[in-house]
């Protein structure tokens, strides 16, 4: 998993260099994730990059160990709070209705938990995911890739479900603030990704076309809003994971 994530950020750099015009999916259905080049699609070369953040370019393992502590030790429950907490938001989306992406991580938290015989307080399980999302670091390569695409002359916008003032909190710890020209927050039009109006209001603030735009993330979640009659780029890790594969059935 490292080495993808360093090829996936390397790939990335490397599109600032070619100008998006060389890269191409290369997983096929019995290509290990591990082993996988990322998938690009399209090749024009965009006026703005909008990276996700959690997983793509901050490393969630401490994260992951602190929420499993409290968790009795269930790192096995993680994968489930996880969805869960993805569930509620888009359900709270669905629904025409906006709550702050920890406290519906935290909610998942204490679902999960009580599910599980755990019992986890709303100011515990709330102070945990506050904590836990406010102090991880940056994957090893992506200082580097992200100097070399700004160096190219392409703007850099992060675009992120956390809060305006929790992404400063962790660009702040990571020391990535100065990488990117603007940072977005679905706080601000009250719909979380991966609704394609999110993708729209993006690119409205950002003065460009969906279609002259790239998304850059790690996981489904983040992207699939993004893709439409007139949507973006993507540039998406581990091809060979059941999300890229949901992405080919969907074309």
Known sequence: MTNNRRMFMKKAAMAGIAGLTAAKATA???????????????????????FDVNETLL???AMKKHVGDVLD?????????????????????AGRQYEHFGFIGAAALQMV??????SISQKSARE?????????????????????LKGDGYKLVSFTNSSNAGVKKQFEFAGLLDFFEDR?????????????DTYDW???????APADSMLIAAHCSAWLGHFGPVGGQLLLADPGSSHSRLRRFLK
Do not use: C
């Open 28 to 50: 096929s259905s019995n290509t290990r994730p591990e082993e996988a080049n990322p998938v690009m699609i399209s090749l024009a070369r965009p006026k703005v990059l909008f």
């Open 59 to 61: 490393d969630l393992t």
């Open 73 to 93: 030790g269930r790192e096995d429950l993680l994968p489930l709070w996880f969805t869960t907490m993805l569930q509620y938001s888009l359900v709270t989306t």
């Open 113 to 118: 938990a009580a599910n599980n015989g755990i």
């Open 128 to 148: 945990t995911i506050a904590e836990s999302m406010s102090a991880l670091p940056a994957h090893p390569e992506v200082k580097a890739a992200l100097s070399q």
């Open 184 to 196: 977005l927050s679905v706080e601000d039009i009250g719909k979380f990704k991966p609704f394609a």
């Open 202 to 208: 993006a690119a409205r603030k950002m003065g460009v």
